[in-house]
């Protein structure tokens, strides 16, 4: 298995109505992305959301994504995700966009695409509904690629339109293109990914071992690709959940049973109603006051695999279950609830030197080796070539490769 760090631009309680705050916020998840280059993470995901008060103020996640890649060598950055609501972005500055982030962080970007977390999110834009954007996905998504290979790209569609022949520039960085990635809530989805080709972005907000159906399907799917989208195949299943690791294993217990746990979540069951809520259904504001856990209902907790929570050694046993259910990359929100800053630093910091190796000890990422098996699926003209472009003789001045 391999690893990332998730950011939401999570800022909960009065600090989300503080500029102030809402800075410092944005500009220590960026930190944290860093530090993880130096600690083994290979991933620092980071979604995009709009309007989603306290739960994310992160709106705009491609400059933060290229403000860490140029502070960093080896981690990947990805998005998690970039939604596909055409009255949001048309899907050439989508294409472009991508494209760019590839060429800036010489190859270490992830593609995640999808829908939109919810209605809420997706009115933002026009009044644009939920149940229109299935289709708008279907469409862009496979648009995408002809975008990055072609020179004379036009489309004529029911989501969007180009009507007349345009070169998307730039194309993406060397070999093939970056890994392609779409959320998956239903299990329709999972399936529907590995059948694609694209590697599924996935939610743990229920017990991990009643997810296994879902990722066999995927699997299953994936064994023999039958619709695919981009190059080459990116054979993967990423879960997201909670991790609490330190050095202390009762400071991270403690932490874990404070009544402040769950808030985020009463945020995500308001907000994300393109996924099933968790058990409890409790919908921020209305949350009622947690009380502290006790020892055993954490245990409970932590053997469902709600989340992660212990010592180096105890996490790694935990962990345990996600390989069992299938998973290659586990992904964990950062910063989680009750976390101190000190505290954050530390857990990326003992998780990664302690607790990454006994999973994952080869350096290379597997999107990686992935996209060395891309094969170009277009032509790169629709149309005849003009003799006189075709055979173009450069100016002296051209740059020389």
């Not at 995700?81 to 989508?94: A, E, G, L, Q, W």
């Not at 999972?190 to 017990?207: H, S």
């Not at 009380?291 to 055993?296: G, I, K």
């Not at 000890?361 to 277009?378: C, G, I, L």
Request: net charge negative.
């Amino acid at each position: 298995m391999e690893f990332g760090l998730f950011f939401n631009g999570y800022l909960p309680g009065p600090a989300a109505h503080d500029p102030d705050s809402e800075h410092l916020m944005l500009m220590r998840e960026a930190e944290y992305a860093v530090l993880g280059d130096r600690h083994n993470w290979k991933y620092a995901w980071f979604g995009e959301h709009h309007g989603l008060t306290e739960y994310s103020h992160m709106s705009a996640p491609y400059p933060v994504m290229g403000y860490v890649a140029g502070r960093t060598d080896q981690i990947h950055v990805g998005s998690a995700i970039t939604s596909f609501p055409t009255s949001k972005d048309h899907p050439v500055r989508i294409a472009e966009r991508a494209a760019m982030m590839d060429h800036l962080s010489e190859g270490r970007f992830e593609f995640g695409t999808g829908r939109g977390a919810g209605s809420h999110e997706v009115r933002t834009f026009n009044g644009t509904e939920l149940t229109e954007t299935k289709a708008i996905w279907d469409e862009v998504i496979r648009e995408i690629p002809r975008m990055w290979e072609q020179k004379d790209y036009e489309h004529h569609g029911e989501a969007f339109s180009v009507p007349t022949p345009h070169n998307i520039l730039p194309k993406p960085y060397g070999e093939g293109h970056p890994p392609m990635w779409v959320a998956c809530g239903n299990p329709a989805t999972y399936a529907k990914a590995g059948a694609m080709g694209l590697g599924a972005i996935a939610f743990n907000f229920e017990p991990i071992h009643n997810l296994k159906g879902r990722v066999d399907a995927y699997l299953e799917a994936a064994e023999n690709v039958s619709d695919p989208v981009g190059q080459f195949q990116n054979h993967n299943v990423m879960m997201t959940n909670a991790v609490i690791c330190l050095e202390d294993r009762e400071e991270a217990r403690a932490m874990a049973k404070r009544n402040l746990r769950g808030y985020r979540v009463t945020m995500v069951n308001l907000y994300h109603d393109s996924m099933p809520q968790s058990p409890d259904a409790i919908v921020w504001p209305n949350a009622r006051a947690h009380a502290e856990l006790d020892d055993a209902t954490l245990d409970w907790a932590i053997a469902e695999g709600y989340m992660l929570c212990g010592n180096p050694e105890e996490v790694c046993e935990q962990l345990q279950a996600y390989q069992d259910v299938g998973c290659t990359q586990v992904t964990f929100g950062t910063p989680d609830e009750g976390f101190a800053h000190e505290q954050v630093l530390e857990m990326i910091e003992v998780f990664g030197q302690q607790v990454i190796p006994e999973f994952d000890t080869d350096p290379e990422h597997s999107t990686t080796k992935y996209r060395r098996q891309a094969q170009r699926q277009f032509p790169t003209f629709n149309n005849p070539v003009d003799p006189i472009v075709d055979q173009a003789t450069p100016p002296e001045f051209a740059i020389s490769i």
